[in-house]
């Protein structure tokens, strides 16, 4: 296939393009910029900068960087064996041949920096640096307008950072697009947007994949300032109609510097959802909130500290079920779905792990929920109240024949201040068994509050719900949130047959067992040391 080269410092547009010696100056898909063919490869000078917008001009094109430049990518990552801990990493594309990125600065302009317009597909944009626009509400890379009808357009961003933007970072209406490698340092709005079209009912079935990246301070403008609440880091809500793509979310360090209420929506993913390996820290608070539960979920190895709050003074949950994501929707969980949260812990003023909040949505709940070895440590100030750290209410909803909540395994701190576990009912539908609470915590069958883990265990089996191999006594952590080696939780891991163990995919280890500490190995590299991925 044929390959052209540019170089918007040096290049001459009456040249062939065909080598690094006879480049052209503008870049395909500009204005006035030479013509090419779907399965072109365009390669643009690292560390050269471009003022138009590019529109790209054909499917299956791929644009990427050449040669050396100092403006080498550098993304902030979790570590890959303990979440808690972060480290960054140098992404080059070629070691000591391409490295650096090229530079595409759309600031004066108020027009999206690339646009892939419908009916493009298996376009790849890699290694360059956007600043977006500053005078109108645009988006720094869309992959597929807002008219997109199609099926899955295979998009990929690699390699790419948005250093500002006016609107989102990346936005995708298109559905199967791939997001890897890439940072977004700050914009108006989303980080990463993938969004129903507003003109469609339906997200294409697909697979959306973000992983590898470093995504910040969304609702921050480019001089640095806080400009709003609206914004998220990860953004797949939509109005109306149905999400039927799945979702990968691997590796992915999220931070606000904001007062962003949360730091993503996720909605309906009926085609699953598997999230792992992710960090999310700042001073606002963090925390995602879901509609639907379409497919199934698998959410493991996640690390957040939450002790931010939102423009109204509130901290928000890790996972929080709120409003309907469309107006076809019937069920808040369908039948037969799972939704599964391992190995996660979170930290903070409000830091419970997963709640459905009294919503009155009138829905059906009718899948399952389990939420195993995970450490929650609230350090909520005195005088305001939430429903704990683990609460399942249903408010107007209503609990299938085939819903189930369970609760396995968990470290559960209130803080003397918030309770440890809000339930429905004392049904079969719940169970409760393996959990570490600290002496003095609360515990709800709605509406009643036991303080006594034997109480709430008998009031839970005399319902018909299981309950046992609950202990209250101090978790005894250390400033890392793991057990410490006199801590009670260890030795107290279980190996009881249950459906996460196959589920997740990963059995149940051994003790410690608990949060982070499921997956934690020594980790240590010597000060000033560099690393490097080429991908």
Not at 342 to 347: C, E, R, S, Y
Not at 391 to 406: A, C, P
Not at 461 to 488: C, H, W, Y
């Amino acid at each position: 296939m044929p390959e052209y080269w540019v170089d918007p410092s040096n290049g001459n547009d009456a040249n062939n393009g065909l080598s690094p010696a006879t480049p052209w100056l503008r870049i395909p898909g500009q204005a006035g910029a030479n013509a090419v063919a779907a399965g072109d490869i365009i390669n643009v000078r690292n560390g050269t900068v471009s003022y138009l917008p590019i529109s790209v001009p054909a499917s299956n094109l791929t644009y990427r960087g050449y040669g050396l430049a100092p403006n080498k990518l550098v993304l902030t990552q979790p570590h890959h064996l303990d979440p808690s801990r972060t480290y960054d990493i140098t992404v080059v594309r070629e070691p000591g041949v391409h490295e650096g990125m090229w530079v595409l600065d759309v600031s004066a302009t108020s027009l999206t920096g690339i646009y892939i317009d419908n009916p493009r597909t298996n376009v790849t944009i890699e290694d360059v640096s956007i600043i977006g626009a500053e005078v109108a509400a645009s988006s720094a890379l869309v992959l597929g307008s807002n008219a997109y009808t199609g099926g899955s357009a295979n998009h990929v961003v690699r390699r790419c950072e948005v250093q500002s933007s006016s609107a989102s970072g990346f936005a995708a209406f298109a559905a199967g697009v791939t997001v890897e490698f890439c940072a977004v340092r700050r914009c108006v709005n989303n980080c990463v947007t993938l969004l129903v079209a507003t003109d469609d009912t339906t997200r294409r079935a697909g697979t959306d994949i973000v992983r590898y990246c470093d995504l910040r301070n969304p609702n921050m403008n480019r001089a640095g300032e806080d400009v709003g609440t609206f914004g998220v880091n990860l953004n797949t809500g939509h109005i109306q109609g149905v999400n039927n793509s799945r979702l990968i979310m691997h590796s992915i360090y999220f931070r606000k510097d904001t007062l962003a209420a949360r730091t993503g929506w996720l909605h309906d993913f009926n085609g699953g959802l598997v999230m792992s390996r992710i960090h999310i820290t700042g001073r606002g608070p963090c925390g995602f909130a879901h509609g639907t539960i379409g497919g199934d979920w698998i959410i493991r190895r996640v690390y957040a500290d939450m002790f931010g709050r939102d423009a109204s003074g509130i901290s928000h949950p890790l996972f929080n079920y709120g409003a309907a994501s469309g107006t076809t929707q019937t069920q808040a969980i369908k039948t037969g779905r799972r939704m599964l949260m391992t190995g996660v812990v979170v930290n903070g003023n409000m830091s419970f792990l997963w709640s459905a909040n009294n919503p009155s949505n009138g829905l059906a709940w009718d899948g399952e929920i389990i939420i195993a070895n995970c450490t929650a440590l609230a350090r909520r100030p005195r005088g305001l109240s939430h429903d704990g750290l683990i609460s399942m209410t249903v408010g107007t909803d209503t609990l299938g024949t085939n819903f189930r909540f369970r609760a396995i395994n968990n470290v559960l701190d209130g803080g003397g201040q918030m309770p440890v576990v809000r339930f429905e009912d004392a049904s079969s539908r719940f169970e409760y068994t393996a959990n570490i609470s600290p002496p003095g915590s609360q515990y709800f069958i709605d509406p009643t509050a036991y303080t006594s883990i034997g109480a709430f265990e008998s009031a839970l089996t005399a319902g018909g719900a299981t309950a046992r191999l609950n202990i209250q006594e101090p978790p005894q952590l250390d400033g890392a949130f793991r057990p410490k080696m006199d801590s009670v939780c260890i030795g107290n891991a279980i190996l009881l047959d249950h459906p996460v163990t196959a589920f997740d995919g990963m059995p149940i280890k051994a003790a410690p067992d608990i949060g982070a500490a499921q997956n934690r190995q020594t980790f240590t590299r010597s000060q000033g040391r560099e690393w490097w991925w080429w991908v």
